[in-house]
């Protein structure tokens, strides 16, 4: 059986423009009526999404995302969370509408990237939000969708025109889960490709599993913004790990470390978030020298909710990572 | 009469089965009424088959050879004794080498013949654990006559296919089954050094080592000696299993097996080069991978700073080292552009592991080595109190 091919060529079909005006269910984003966009709505029994009115062909999907990202993402007087909400929901709705219309590996190339970037990015930005406000598990659930999916298509069909892409979505996968075993794993077939990012992205991540934690730093300040962007979230984490190997070597009766150099190692911005870490593992902070020990560690406290501060100013960050 | 029904259907040891004036269906016909066998259908099949294969139609001889299993499965259903169950296995296997086959010279247009061996591969998996069920649930048959002996045979089956394609995780539930099977040590030896290599393989890819290093060793002790080939595959993923808790490769059994690739590794590990070893690794990258050990060589590392640092300390014969003797060492022996700060996250993360015993000293930038046992083997660092940070890392 064929699949379906939209015939809409809005960003939202006409049925859904007028039901929703009727019952009040159009979004604050969306003050110009020409310029709403469909919901996702889930599948289920009586509710027929395979009709072509209402799907979007893949140009118009196209021009959906760089609306959403380049129009809707750079609002800056509303609230960051309702926008996320709203991009997250839309995008979802294109993603639906292109798998109901089975689209070729080429026409899934030019729209996944774009979500996947914005995904990672709404985990940087939304990380300090309360849970109610934003679900990062959710958001880096929508993320691995997207982004194994295009890992699969790059390993059935790719040439040299998508290998610029190819080495960025697959660095950023293994970035996104530093340490993973099985992540690497999947990520194997690509490092034959000889990219730097690709090798750059194994060696640290090889590096985290193997509990090395030197490089990290220094391949950090390397990577692009989007990459540093979900390290970021994971810093806590591996800040957490890494203090505590150096609780274990450095374990010994009067033996203080300097603050600062703890400061570059943990990538910390501030002197003053290295001293609140380490008092937040009960750790004694003795001016300007830290005293690590085994026995005051504690393992018990979650990790300090602490992210590091990309300095790219975020509105011309978004303009060059996540535009299409 | 089992025999040669086994032998008759098999596409593979037959040097007769010529598509030829001899083999026509009447004189085949005549051997299976005289030897009182009701498989008319499937000789017609069979034949069929053999006449596809010579003109190298593989989808043909694939939905043929599909047919034939098919209905010897319906046989066996209804049938309550196991002679045919060598006939059915015979031609599971010539059906899955027909899968492969297909898959290697069919030369259609890629995309169709992508869909056409999904699609194949499908029927393969239905069509076997069809079979594997009729043989698993027939426990009330007495022992000789039972066909239950037969599932880890048709479970490997599967474990070829899913492991072609690098679905590992879709053979969770098969060897699941096998391993609660109350009666699994009674299995032909055969069957099981097949399967207990496919599960070892599925566990170094899933990351537990330790229980992948189990199973491959129960199927190298199983192999039999003279199927060399098979030796060395279990070999090239038993070895670095064991490399991981310090047990290294004689040169004896690398020459004796040709397993070359691994002498250099091996002398570097030594050695401690960390350098060289992770040169060796670059050059044969798509080797390892294709073995799927890449990713358990990398792990490796550790134990290679060891034993530097382990050779370093019997020269220098002191159990004080300043960290920055240590950053000259690894500028020689490592990265170039080591640095203190990178010496020193090495070693805390050394001493976090166990596979160091001692302590640094930040004021006085120096490490101070334990004086009983600075140095634990291999088998020690892996021990359950660290084995879950060695195994998979800080997650």
Redo the contacts between chains.
Sequence with gaps: MLPVKGICMEMCPKEETIMRKSKKLVHQLECDPHKMVKCFSRSAAGNLLSKPHILRPPSVLKNTISYLLNEILTITNIPFSIIYDFIDDRLNSIKQDATIQELSNQEWMAILPPIIRFHAFAAYKCYEYDVNTFDPFLNLKHFHESIFKIVRIFL?DSDESTDELCFEMVSLLIVTNL????V??QA??F??KKSTLIKKAVLLS?S????????LFEIYNTLPAIHQCVISVQLP??RR?IL???C?????K?????IS?LT??LLHNKVQETIKECQHYRLTVNGDKVE?SKSLFNNEVDEVKQIRIILIVVTSEKRDQIQC | MLLFSQSFFSLRDNSSKEWNLKNTIDYLQKIAEDNELDFEGEIVLHLSVLKSIGEKKYDDAFKGQLAILQNIVKYLQSDSENWMVPLANTVCVDLRYLLNAYDKYDSTNKKLK?EKYNDFQKKYIDIMMMYFRICSNDIRAPARQSKRWTIMFIVNQMLKVYHKIKKFHLTTGLTKTIFMCPDKNTFPIAHAVTFYYYTGCKEI???KFNDARENLTIAFEGCHRHSIKNKTLILKKLIPLNMLHGIMPSKHLLNKYNLDIFKDLTEYIKMGNVKKFRECIDVN??YY?KCGI??LL??L??LVYRNLFKKFFLIAKNHIIPVETITTILKKFDDPETDF?????????M???GTLRG?????HKKV?LSKKDPFPTGKQVFDKATKS?NE????
């Design positions: 059935e340490g993973d075993y099985n690497l794993q194997l077939p490092i034959t090889l985290i599993m193997n509990g090395n934690f030197g490089h984490m591996l790990n505590k190997s150096m274990m070597g450095f374990n010994c009067n033996n203080y470390f300097a150099i570059k190692i690590l | 992508m890819f899933e990351g990258e798509v991978m890449y990713l990398q792990k590392i550790n700060d990178k010496a020193q996250s090495l070693l805390v993360n001493i976090y592991r302590y640094l000293s930040h004021a101070v940070i998979i890392g800080h997650n």
